[in-house]
Antibody, heavy 118, light 106 residues
Framework: DVQLQESGPGLVKPSQSLSLTCTVT?????????WNWIRQFPGNKLEWMGY???????SYNPSLKSRISLTRDTSKNQFFLQLNSVTAEDTATYYC???????????WGQGTSVTVSS | ENVLTQSPAIMSASPGEKVTMTCSAS?????MHWYQQKSSTSPKLWIY???KLASGVPGRFSGSGSGNSYSLTISSMEAEDVATYYC?????????FGGGTKLEIK
């Protein structure tokens, strides 16, 4: 069965970078699909942040384009989120998810909570 | 950006009652998808391609719509349906979610 698991620090200081890892088991991230990051703010608004495809191409939400970078380590079947210059407004639960060619996200991680605070 | 507006934001229904919630898109989309999220859990794909039920979704759920207007209907409310439902569009970038409809039971 496909499983995704987010990991990373739960607390990040303002102006620093937020770095999260999504570890995928049960499916190779280089076989197919796109591998997404989505966040959910306090108050429950969901925001799609971007994806890295099975081929390594990326697509980002324009609202984040200058601060976000998605990369991967195919040997470990992991993909990564880096968000630079964070502020308190980046406090959220961060999810990784798999999506098909129509961007339907069928498998999600359990989410990891990140607080931006000094 | 295609803004998805869900209504109502919060609703409650009695067991056995029919429930309908809507999602309005600022730009026309080919399909709408829906996610169910229960407290402290990740969203689950619930309805895709407007009207197809994801695996394991009870048959009392249905989806419909086209263009800018879509809906999710529960034919007979059950306690296990308490959750927040989000619509989602993958027709254009950036991919966007609606603000959610929180469904409670009376």
């Amino acid at each position: 069965d496909v499983q995704l698991q987010e990991s990373g620090p739960g607390l990040v200081k303002p102006s620093q970078s937020l770095s999260l890892t999504c570890t995928v088991t049960g499916y190779s991230i280089t076989s197919d699909y796109a591998w997404n990051w989505i966040r959910q703010f306090p108050g429950n608004k969901l925001e799609w942040m971007g994806y890295i495809s099975y081929s390594g191409s990326t697509s980002y939400n324009p609202s984040l384009k200058s601060r976000i970078s998605l990369t991967r380590d195919t040997s470990k079947n992991q993909f990564f989120l880096q968000l630079n210059s964070v502020t308190a407004e980046d406090t959220a639960t961060y999810y990784c998810a798999r999506s098909d060619g129509y961007y339907i996200m069928d498998y999600w991680g359990q989410g990891t909570s990140v607080t931006v605070s000094s | 950006e295609n803004v998805l507006t869900q209504s109502p934001a919060i609703m409650s229904a009695s067991p056995g009652e029919k429930v309908t919630m809507t999602c309005s898109a600022s730009s026309s989309v080919n399909y709408m998808h829906w996610y169910q999220q229960k407290s402290s859990t990740s969203p689950k794909l619930w309805i895709y391609d407007t009207s197809k039920l994801a695996s394991g979704v009870p048959g009392r759920f249905s989806g419909s719509g086209s263009g800018n207007s879509y809906s999710l209907t529960i034919s007979s409310m059950e306690a296990e349906d308490v959750a927040t439902y989000y619509c989602f569009q993958g027709s254009g970038y950036p991919l966007t979610f609606g603000g959610g409809t929180k469904l409670e039971i009376k």
